[in-house]
């Protein structure tokens, strides 16, 4: 018997097709626009260049079904469709070589793909319309549950569901690709092999629809299986990725010491260095508990505002250019509040979106003050809510999804019923609901084409007496909404382990699908189960053991980069390690415009001079982004080495040096105190013993020791939260 995956699209299906239906469907959208997709027709570099090729012109990545159907059968005379003899059309006989085409030969005749064309201009060759029957489900069918062996091969099956309840078979006009080559491969015509032991994804398109399915390789391994006992889960997070180790045959790091944890978890959680007397404390503790009150403690630490206020305003593009002065300081107010309160990350989403009134004065406002133009509106909630990029189909069709022009206008139309108008202060801003949404066209259309307020995945604009953008906050805070806990649950993930379950982190699409399906579901009913308390889903995390492990790999998973069998190293954000510097040398920074005394965690927009943190890629929130650069470049090592405001601070008379002798400690003590300070360790015996050399051969014993701190803070152990 049959043995079936099956794995359906974002289209919802009441069942899964068992096989092809006497139903028939021929269309534009089912005959053509997969052969368009399949053969690169619509492409920039063809006919859907700007002016098109060779007098012929498609709509780019097709997003504009109606203009290319009248482009090919009626434009230039019609010239292309011989609707007396339908075989002698131009559409055929271009691209089957039987006549000169520019861009070659790309399909035989009597292919699937050249049947398709010929049966949509047999049936005459029309545009579709508001009766023709529209694809539904598009599921991907395999005859195995899961690979066995190294180059065993299985044919995927994709059927295609229409309103009309046709089922076609539509293997020979989609297209394949998996997600990791190194695990398996497949041909054109939808023919897997698997290579070596693994998971990935069959990506399929069928013309402007794309769906996937998980791929399962349990090839046996080369040698033994690891055993990996020692590693007991404390939670669902751990079990799921104990089980994907074992079946991986991969095995975890070891534990990290006391010493790792507590500078891990003080900068992943409030963006701080522990102190001496902290980290001390704390690897001193017998306490079983031990680690629970740490993660507790620093969840209510005043940093943890700090540090999670600048996350939020990274997000939401806070910048005094666009909000200007007052309105950068009423929407951080309204930030640090809201993390003080512990407000649910859903209610923070509802108070953005539905928020009204002025700019100066009420904090959320300020969240449409980034989006001056209502494509701008669609790009931040796509990114910031839903964890996805629609950007390119502001223009055209996504060309790696199934997102069209229209969904982008259609969810454009939820922000058509708000108004922004001038305030009463200079330069403010008041945001106000309409009665009516105002209607518009959706540009770039051979006919007129109204927006309507359509949700993703939906086909019917919604019916409500509310305000368009109170429908659109409540569908994307809806528990059973797949996208809002999802986005906010890899990002918090990614914060906290170095990477998130998909990347980047507002780029989830059927192309580039989590890397751990069940972790990424499991991650986001979590945050639901938490009721969205991001303190409560941050214990989770940090109280897990996959957290806890060492950076340090082994045999069996050095080169594991997205299963988390180690933690995963990282360069500390600009304004973290600005922090530490200035803490270490105990020489703090000033800041124009904030008080003495002000961290760099503390500022609330990016335009506060600093050449430390615009060197170490401090983002300047002019474009939407969920993410930070935080990749070492030559100028950051330059800037480490050579800087003459670091050098003056390790220096300074004044500095933490000058400061630990004078308080009576011993070269040898200060030593200690230095490695406490930067790395949150004591000295290994064969660093102290170059360090008590140098000493002993000089008698400048202030130099000797700065050189030694300046020397600590250009290591990657200070500058990498490992």
Known sequence: MLSVLIWVSTIPSAIAPSGVSSAAVVSFAANVQPVIAKAGCAARACHGAEGGQSGFQLTLFQYDAYADAVAIAQASNGRRINRESPADSLLLKKPTGQVPHGGGKRFDANSPEYKALLEWIEAGAKPDDDQTPYLTDLTIQLPVERFEKANQKAQARVLATFSNGAKRDVTELSTFSVTDPGVASVNEKGELTALRRGDAFLVVRFGRYVTNIPLVMDIPLARKPPVIARFQPVNEVDRILKNRWERLGLAPSSPADDWTFVRRVYLDLIGTLPKPEEALAYVNDRSPNKKEELVDMLLRRPEFIYYWAQWWGDMLRVEKNTMKDPGVRAISQWIRTSLLENKPLDQMAKELLTASGRSFTDGPVNYFRSTPRIEDAVVQFSRVFMGVRMDCAQCHNHPFESWTQNDFYNLAMFFRQTRMRGGPDKDE?????????????????????????ILPGERQPVETKLNLRQYLASW???????????????????????????????????????????????????????????????????MSRAYSLTSDTNPANESDTKYYTHYYTRRVPAEVLADMVAWVTDRPDRYNGYPEGTRAIQLEEPNTYSRFLDVFNRPKRRIVTCDRDESPSLTQALFLLNNGAIQAKVASREGIVVELLKAGMSPEQVIDQLYLRALTRYPRPEEKKVVMQELQRTNNAVEVLQDLLWALLNTKEFLYNH
């Open 476 to 542: 994307i805070t809806d528990p059973q909404n797949p996208y809002f806990a999802r986005a906010f649950a890899n990002r918090l993930w990614a914060r906290m382990m170095g990477r998130g379950v998909f990347e980047p982190l507002d780029d989830y699409r059927q192309t580039n699908p989590p890397t751990d399906p069940v972790l990424m579901e499991s991650l986001a009913d979590l945050l639901r189960k938490k009721n969205y308390d991001m303190r409560a889903f941050l214990k989770e995390i940090a």
């Open 429 to 453: 801003v008041t945001v106000e609901d309409l009665p009516k949404p105002q209607p518009f066209n959706i540009p770039k259309r051979a006919r007129p084409t109204p927006a309507q307020a």
